[in-house]
């Protein structure tokens, strides 16, 4: 999953860009409103984390103009500003859910989880595949009762593609959900991972859960005949 950080603060946003790459997500940073918009209408992001006060637009204005432009993802706003008004204030600007700063991460952490959980595919903590079972939460992952040991990146690809189980999912839109802004393009990072998840989650087992449509993308489900 793709999140875009707004935060002005440097020291602020690199701390909690470290604290969301750890939990295996994609994680952009814009530091003031324009760029925070710019972001927004040019990459498919799951979720933002936007601070209110910042630079030239604020953080109220931005999400009021991505909610007039019909944009409904999920935001989590965050600021210094405890008042009830405030609070009121940013839900009335079209936020999902409020923080007040300082937070813990942890804390933190549980709200995007649950604005994720939120969409479709991802209405409970556990995915399920088959005998494939990946615990969003924990980061756990178990098919036939044997745990899997995954990076954060090959686990994002895969959670990745268990939120979108049955559909076929092309290298670009793997590329913008699971990597960010960094990402090469001609780069061939998307099929090294797949081959990685296929020893880890296929290997030694009579059904494939991965599969590849070839000059389309990957898939993950069961009881589909390989097409490699």
């Not at 405890?82 to 300082?102: E, T």
């Not at 001609?186 to 991965?210: M, P």
């Amino acid at each position: 999953m793709r999140i875009l950080v707004v935060e002005d603060d440097p020291d602020g946003g690199r701390v909690l860009c470290k604290g969301l790459r750890e939990q295996a997500f994609a994680v952009d940073l814009a530091a003031d409103g324009g760029a925070a918009l710019h972001k927004a209408y040019v990459n498919p992001y799951d979720l933002i984390i936007l601070d209110v006060m910042l630079p030239g637009k604020d953080g109220l204005e931005v999400c009021r103009e991505l909610r007039v432009r019909g944009s409904d993802i999920p935001i989590l706003m965050l600021t210094a500003r405890d008042r009830v008004p405030d609070r009121i204030d940013g839900l009335n600007a079209g936020a999902d859910d409020y923080l007040i700063k300082p937070f813990d991460l942890g804390e933190l952490l549980a709200r995007v989880h649950a604005l994720l959980r939120r969409r479709p595919r991802l209405n409970g903590p556990v995915l399920q595949i088959a005998d494939l079972s990946i615990d969003t939460h924990q980061r756990k992952v178990i098919r036939a009762e044997e745990p899997i040991a995954l990076t954060a990146k090959e686990y994002a690809l895969l959670e990745y593609l268990a939120w979108r189980e049955g559909a076929v999912v092309g290298r670009a839109e793997i590329s913008e959900h699971v990597w960010d802004e960094t990402y090469d393009p001609t780069s061939n990072l998307i099929e090294v991972y797949v081959q990685r998840l296929r020893r880890k989650v296929d290997a030694g087992h009579a059904v494939r859960l991965i599969h590849t449509r070839r000059g389309e993308g990957y898939q993950l489900s069961a009881g589909e005949p390989d097409a490699d």
